[in-house]
């Protein structure tokens, strides 16, 4: 392995052999390279399968060619590797898990809310036919106490006319369609919501994504930059060539006094300030975290809501109403009045007629003819996947520090005659420091 890291990071093979060498490690490179990324453009981005590979295999020559040839891009692209354990690590993991709710969890919400408006336009439904129902039932009761009235009094006392007009509503048809175009309205209009939230966000995650990755190679080269023409820069690691150096000079006390201020690259001790920035960015994660949580939340609460609402709907009894009608027909003449009055008994009535009847309709709110759908229950895998790419965003927080120094020794392993030139500076800034004190 040793070896075929030299051979990597030469600048010029020196044989045909190394040249084979390095050839078959790009390709090895580029092949793996472009099968992830055909995955993350098919599978994560949602891009059509015929531009996913046309993208995947233009960018695996592409980046064959560069490795092959351009020594200074083998080394942003090693560094890359570490640099997804950073923040731009962490800011792709986070589009993932965008990605992952837009797909997975926003559809199941919408399915939930179209179920409670199907149980709402059901009702709507049965309960508009009942109550068209019911005029017909007024209209048989009209019918009914008018023939009462013309049947059950005198033909001296006999009303013209004893029956009511009362209008039915016979254009049931109408009614329906009415109500279909309205819930079909609604349909699109949830669909047209729908469908603009996913591509929004299938749009914005797609930018987010191209341009975390351009900046993901924009940082490695940044800090490559930086590593080549700055000594002071990311220069306070106790390496074995920084070691070697002072004990060829007998000057091993720099190092033994100034322990506080330097750190080895292969140790695991972390600075006060690098604690501090680690509890902060675990805060930020946590952040996102919670905002998660919360559409999480509303899926289960809106899953919640239309099983009950489906449960309960089912569970609808019949509304009974009734309608009662008591009528009496007397008379109470003037004459007949004088004449009991003056008799001393109290005036009567004289009963001509009555009609008392009650009639009953049921009030049907739910049927089975309504065809509702069952509410959707979230998947418990995307909570775990979720879940698993969090315990890595959480676990990239605390290995950014490691990746850094990762960082600087494959800029070291490229690059070791400017190493050398670094080590030899920081060397003599600790005996100028030391000569000071």
Not at 16 to 26: A, I
Not at 88 to 100: A, V
Not at 112 to 141: P, R
Request: net charge positive; with cysteine; glycine share 4%.
């Amino acid at each position: 392995l040793a070896d075929l890291w030299w051979i990597y990071s030469k600048p010029v093979p020196a044989d045909g052999r190394e040249l084979w060498t390095l050839f078959l490690q790009c390709s090895c490179i580029t092949a793996v390279i472009g099968g992830l990324f055909y995955n993350w453009m098919f599978a994560s981005l949602e891009y059509s399968w015929h531009l996913s590979v046309a993208v995947a295999v233009s960018f695996s020559l592409l980046l064959l060619l560069t490795l092959l040839l351009v020594h200074p891009a083998r080394c942003v692209f090693s560094m890359i590797m570490p640099t997804l354990g950073t923040k731009q690590g962490r800011k792709l993991l986070f589009s993932t898990c965008i990605m992952i709710a837009v797909v997975n969890i926003t559809p199941n919400i919408m399915s939930n809310l179209k179920i409670i408006l199907e149980v709402i336009k059901c009702i709507c439904k049965n309960s508009s036919d009942s109550l068209l129902n019911s005029t017909a039932l007024l209209g048989k009761v009209s019918r009914e106490f008018g023939d009462a009235i013309q049947e059950n009094t005198q033909p001296i006392y006999k009303v013209m006319n004893g029956h009511f007009h009362f209008s039915l509503v016979q254009n049931r048809s109408l009614t329906y369609q009415k109500m279909h175009l309205a819930g079909e309205k609604i349909g699109r209009e949830f669909l047209s919501v729908e469908v603009l939230v996913k591509d929004s966000i299938r749009v914005a995650n797609r930018l987010a994504a191209g341009f975390l990755m351009l900046y993901l190679c924009f940082e490695s080269t940044w800090y490559l930059k930086n590593y080549l023409t700055n000594l002071r820069f990311d220069n306070f690691y106790i390496t074995k060539k920084l070691e070697r150096l002072a004990a060829d000079r007998k000057a091993t006390h720099l190092l033994v006094g100034s322990s506080k201020k330097l750190i080895r690259p292969t140790g695991l001790k972390l600075s006060w300030e690098e604690v501090v920035l680690c509890l902060v960015k675990a805060m930020l994660v946590t952040l996102a975290l919670l905002l998660l949580l919360v559409v999480v939340a509303m899926d289960h609460f809106a899953f919640s809501v239309a099983d009950t609402v489906v449960r309960r709907t089912a569970q609808f009894s019949a509304v009974t109403i009734t309608v009662g009608i008591k009528y009496k027909v007397s008379a109470n003449m003037v004459i007949t009045r004088f004449v009991f009055k003056l008799m001393g008994i109290p005036s009567q009535e004289l009963l001509l007629g009555g009609f008392n009847t009650t009639y009953h309709h049921h009030l049907i709110l739910s049927s089975a003819r309504c065809s509702i759908s069952p509410a959707s229950a979230p998947n418990p895998s995307v909570l775990l996947a979720v879940g698993l790419l969090f315990c890595i965003l959480y676990i990239t927080v605390f290995l950014e520090t490691y990746a850094r120094r990762l960082c600087r020794k494959i800029a070291a392993s490229f690059f070791p005659a400017w190493e050398e030139e670094r080590v030899l500076y920081l060397y003599r800034k600790l005996s100028r420091r030391h000569s000071k004190e």
